[in-house]
T-cell receptor
Framework: AQSVTQPDIHITVSEGASLELRCNYSYGATPYLFWYVQSPGQGLQLLLKYFSGDTLVQGIKGFEAEFKRSQSSFNLRKPSVHWSDAAEYFC?????????????FGRGTSLIVHP | KAGVTQTPRYLIKTRGQQVTLSCSPISGHRSVSWYQQTPGQGLQFLFEYFSETQRNKGNFPGRFSGRQFSNSRSEMNVSTLELGDSALYLCASHELAGGYNEQFFGPGTRLTVL
């Protein structure tokens, strides 16, 4: 069975600083990997996804993630954080089931941005 | 296009009661999935419906059930509520089942069981 580990429960950064959120996955086959963001009182929004090809994936809102098979990691990065980036971030691995992709989510990392 | 809508947004019930939550997908989306989000267990997949048929089911007891109507709207029902059922219930819709299609999430229904 697949699993996702986000080792950091909370991350605090200053506005303008760079950001890296860690994600490690366990999956027996080629993984389909996702990063979602959840703002307070909102549902999840897809930031980016990796299925195959270029291991550096660009997403919305200036985020990118790099897939490293050797490390089973899919870390999310942003070069300069804005106060509006404060939210909960979820990494997920998708498994094909009955023709759909069912995501298994990590426990999330809460991003706090200091002015 | 309007996004995924969920009603009600907030709900308070007592133990032993049953509850029904509703989800209206984005127009044209025929697949609807449900998730439970709690501080203790995180985000967990409940079930997925496509064309009124349940395609996938997560590891939840039979007290959790769902259905989908011909207009793709979906409901989920929880019977004999327990305190541990307090959670944010998220609904997501996507265009087709089969292959990857981005899921679009609604804002959720916050259920509190007293």
């Amino acid at each position: 069975a697949q699993s996702v580990t986000q080792p950091d429960i909370h991350i605090t950064v200053s506005e303008g600083a760079s950001l890296e959120l860690r994600c490690n996955y366990s999956y027996g086959a080629t993984p389909y990997l996702f990063w979602y963001v959840q703002s307070p009182g909102q549902g999840l929004q897809l930031l980016l996804k990796y299925f195959s090809g270029d291991t550096l994936v660009q997403g919305i809102k200036g985020f990118e993630a790099e897939f490293k098979r050797s490390q089973s990691s899919f870390n999310l990065r942003k070069p300069s954080v804005h106060w509006s980036d404060a939210a909960e971030y979820f990494c997920a691995v998708g498994a094909s089931s009955g023709g759909s992709y069912i995501p298994t989510f990590g426990r999330g990392t809460s991003l706090i941005v200091h002015p | 296009k309007a996004g995924v809508t969920q009603t009600p947004r907030y709900l308070i019930k007592t133990r032993g009661q049953q509850v029904t939550l509703s989800c209206s997908p984005i127009s044209g989306h025929r697949s609807v999935s449900w998730y439970q989000q709690t501080p203790g267990q995180g985000l967990q997949f409940l079930f997925e419906y496509f064309s009124e048929t349940q395609r996938n089911k997560g590891n939840f007891p039979g007290r959790f059930s769902g259905r989908q109507f011909s207009n793709s709207r979906s409901e989920m029902n929880v019977s004999t509520l327990e305190l541990g059922d307090s959670a944010l219930y998220l609904c997501a819709s996507h265009e087709l089942a089969g292959g990857y299609n981005e899921q679009f999430f609604g804002p959720g229904t916050r259920l509190t069981v007293l």
